[in-house]
């Protein structure tokens, strides 16, 4: 029997020109592209949908790819902007289709003078671009707004798209005495967003618990639960908790949203990436990474896992919850009340024929025994921590009962993260808040960027100094985010809101700002 290395499908002319694209923009390997076509032929699905939903794509690398070939390639796609009323778009039967930096693509029924005029207001830093669609497509859209717009659920909708457009990773819904209120949570700061009266948010609490699977008549105990939605094409999972508080339940939504996890390592902003690559670059051993709760550890996992081959190696991790999807590895939820907990799950991974394990949190004595005796066994190991440095790393594993010796054959490299913003490119976060910058939307502030400390230990001589305290050779957290404070990337508030008092004194201490 012989390995099947390509496979046949039958690909439309289009898709088979977005192959090539794809390959020749290095955007996807062939064995994503090959993937991709063995899962389309048993959903029908396009290898593009395939390619995004797998993980493998962005859904804009996506766009700009298909726009390349033809704008017309953009006829399947379809786009709901939350500023946008959907009431306009069915009056007038246009279709967004799809959207870049400096363009909208859009289909209609109507004239397109009529259509470009309705949008102008809506798109004045873009030009409006009109594609053919069929009358059927643009019907079939047209029918999917009605359907938002006249659920009890279109508030709920709404925000929901609001909040993945705009990027906040969580939403927060608090009831109060007479009303209630909307937070997001933008790069790890909530604003305030939306007020409305308490019948509304009994509706949208209804709406949610119920799609979330949860016990609609229970307030008095907290509840979890989740759901998915179609956004522009792609799915967006959403993990629930419930609180119960003094005037109802404060309910919050976490955006798991997988076109924001596929990040090159590279783009993190991690100043010794070169160290970290070079801990992952070996074949056996255990890398950590480690910062408080809120740190992007969890993205830096991601975006180290999407850079192994995750077809050559086996891949396991276990995670509590697990929150990003990432095909063809195997991803193990924690489930306390079946006795399914991490050294149980590590366990059986290690008869499960392991390249690399992923160990999302370690949390006590077994979990940490068993991840270094993987590490000791042949395997790389990827774990988190909770600390604030690279000896305190150390100090932690002696805590949890961890010999240090033990990490001197086994320990590759310890990166140590938290986030600061960044200032908007455009305005540089000085922009008057009376001339509001069209890119931050008068935030000024639109990313987020890892200060941290990284080490590679390539030998025991190496371990051994960093066990025995001896001088320290890397730069230290606090000693990166200054330079990125110098540099401009950030300012004095953001500096002081992460590092508090510790900032001020390095400030000091150089005597110099920017």
Known sequence: MSLIKTVEVDLTPRERQLEQVLLNRSLVSSQA????KMESKVTNESIGTILVNNGFLRQRDLTQALLSINPDSLVDEELILPHVPLSLLIAHKIMLAAETVESVYVACLC????AKKILAPYFPKQTIVFIPASIDRVRGYIEKLRIIQDSDSSVLEMLLRDAILHQASDI???PKRNSY???????GVRTLVHESDLDEYLVLAAKIKDRSKMDLAERRIPQGGGFSIEYNGRMIDLRVESVPGLFGETIVIRILDQERVQFNLDSLGISAIDQWKKGISRSDGLCLICGPTGSGKTTTLNATTRQLDRFSQAIYTVEDPVEYNTPFTTQVNINETVGLNFPRALRSF???DPDIIIVGEVRDEDTA????KAAETGHLVFATLHTGSIPASIQRLRDLGVDPHELKYVLRAIMVQRLVRTLCPVCGGVEPKSLECPHCSGRRYTSRSIVSECSYFPGMKDVNELLTGQDIRWKTMIEDAYGKY???MTDHHEFLRVFGAEAEEIIDLHGARP
């Open 33 to 36: 592209i090959n993937a991709a």
């Open 111 to 114: 004239p397109t003078a009529q």
């Open 172 to 174: 927060h819904i608090n």
């Open 181 to 187: 209120s909307v937070l997001m949570r933008f790069l």
């Open 350 to 352: 290690m008869r499960a």
């Open 369 to 372: 025994r068993i991840a270094i």
């Open 486 to 488: 110098m540099s401009g």
